[in-house]
């Protein structure tokens, strides 16, 4: 009796895995199959629609980075008559919130608001939201502090608004320090993978596109309507993804958007950043997952991938109950048929890492961007598998034992940045 | 003219593919009925994809058939490994292979993968960051 329970969890776990992979696959042939297609550049030229924007940049003790982001905005081909760019000095204890008074006093479009100390620090959404009540645009566009976007980027995220449907953008992310070890090499695949198919095949099929919290924006009204960022959710980006569609709006992915990131660029920085993520993606499950089978505004197709999403951070904790309860059940030679799907949880372990992208989906993402060498490094991502499954496990953990003890134990930890991308962009 | 080139072509395709099934077939045979499975999902995985890639037919066959050489090639020798290992260390090794097997016949997989798909690269995106920043 023991053994046909084991049996059918395992069964179970392990169709749950196979669909996952199935679903990646379906992503990966859609864009290849899409990606011939000629797709007309976006010239700055081009742009009829130029809305009043307001960009937000939460920044707590960035002073490596925010400069370099600053400058950036200086160099922005959008209307300066037209931008407002908000930097929310979140507290900070270096010279972050200086860095930004000297650009404020250089430049009027940019502003400086400063959180004080007792408020500041409880993490990005209470910084965006605080920065919101300062914004005037129509749109709010978001960048994160270690960001650097293309010049024309405004111009690229802000024409989708133009369809009514619209009520998000998100732009693509590429890692800006890949060069400098194997953590970010690993990461920018990663990253491939996520953007260059998932989000493009997603935006393709009339999915969830993912808002990532940075290099994307909002329309003002569509917010307020919100409420704003949800505080009490660690993935403030894909709580706000689900209530936007939840509400009967869209979020368009915008590829050639492109905005490089300073990614982590140590293992423990990887593990408090992809652990935030878990345990915030976990939360949003809690919070979304039936709402999105019940809704009205969504479809079908919709709802199955919203679910799907909502649930990844929930996969390398799936294959980790796969393994344990496959072992025996594979050593006892329980059935036949079990072999088969014993062959389906290594190939899941070449899968899910980041932005949970399987192997085949970031080689061809990689072929697609010309990443010929970056290639090489495919098999390697089997540890970053290994790593996340342990990361999500404890964010399993403890999500479930904090639901359990009735606590909120929302604790967000910053993510440190070097500054070392700059020596990437200013050579 | 592109009558002969057509008829070529399916030359070519004819004798790859034959290739590719006498591979999997002697896997069948010769090795195990798991390295067998292994091509198959291998022969599907990136025969559908790289068919879509914006390469020749010749070379996307040429390195198919050359995956399924290396994916012979290492199920053989794994094989023998197992036998003379298993004949040295009983029980306990064949449950090791068991549980491990899987997961290491699918490293060739995702190694031919990353470096077959690097073959076909389109060298003018080579230098595709520097460019795109300033776009």
Known sequence: M????????????????????????IFTVIVLRNHHKHKRKFAVKDATYQPTVSILIPARNEEKVIGRLLQRMTELTYPKDKMQVIVVDDASTDSTGSVAEHYSRTYSFI???????????????????????????????????????????????VKEFIDPKV??????????????????????????????????????????????????????????????????????DTDLTFRIYLAGHQVRYVGDAECYEEAVDTWSAYRRQRYRWAKGHMQCFFKHSLSVLRSSHLGLKEKIDGWLLLNIYFMPVVVLLSLVIGVPLVLLQSSQWLAAFWISIPASLFSFVGNFAPFFEVGIGAYLDGRRRAQWLIPLLIFTFLYNILICTKACLDLLSSKIAGKNSNIWTKTIHSGDGNRYIMS | ??????????????????????????????????????????????????????????????????????????????????????????????????????????????????????????PQEEKWRRRRVDD
Not at chain 1, 2 to 25: D, K, P, Q
Not at chain 2, 34 to 58: M, Q, Y
Request: glycine share 10%.
């Open chain 2, 1 to 122: 003219m592109k009558l002969v080139r057509l008829a070529l072509k399916f030359l070519i395709l004819g004798l790859f593919s034959t290739a590719i099934a006498f591979c999997v077939i002697l896997s069948f045979q010769s090795v195990s009925t798991e390295t067998a499975v292994t091509l198959v999902i291998f022969n599907l995985l990136f025969g559908f994809l790289t068919s879509l890639l914006n390469e020749t037919l010749e070379k996307k066959l040429l390195m198919l058939f050359f995956g399924n050489l290396i994916g012979l090639f290492w199920n053989y020798v794994f094989s023998l490994f197992a036998v003379v290992a298993a004949g040295h260390f009983g029980g306990f090794f064949n449950a090791i292979y068991k549980i491990l097997s899987p997961i290491l016949n699918l490293t060739w997989i995702v190694s031919f993968w990353s470096i077959s798909l690097s073959f076909f690269g389109n």
């Open chain 1, 2 to 25: 023991t053994i046909e329970i084991l049996e059918a969890t395992f069964s179970v776990l392990t169709i749950l895995v196979v669909a996952y992979l199935v679903r990646h696959y």
């Open chain 1, 167 to 236: 009520g998000a953008v998100q732009g693509r992310v590429i890692v800006l320090n890949e060069p400098r070890n194997m953590v970010t090499r690993l990461v920018a695949l990663e990253r491939i993978g996520g953007y260059r198919i998932d989000q493009e095949a997603r935006n393709h099929l009339g999915l969830i596109v993912q808002f990532g919290g940075t290099v994307g924006g909002f329309r003002r009204d569509l917010l307020e309507n919100l409420g704003g960022w949800d505080e009490s959710i660690l993935a403030e």
């Open chain 1, 111 to 157: 502003e400086v608001v400063h959180v004080e100390k007792e408020d500041g620090g409880k993490g990005k959404a209470s910084a965006l939201n605080f920065g919101f009540k300062h914004s005037t645009g129509e749109i709010l566009l978001c960048f994160d502090a270690d960001y650097f976007p293309q010049r024309s980027i405004i111009e690229k995220l």
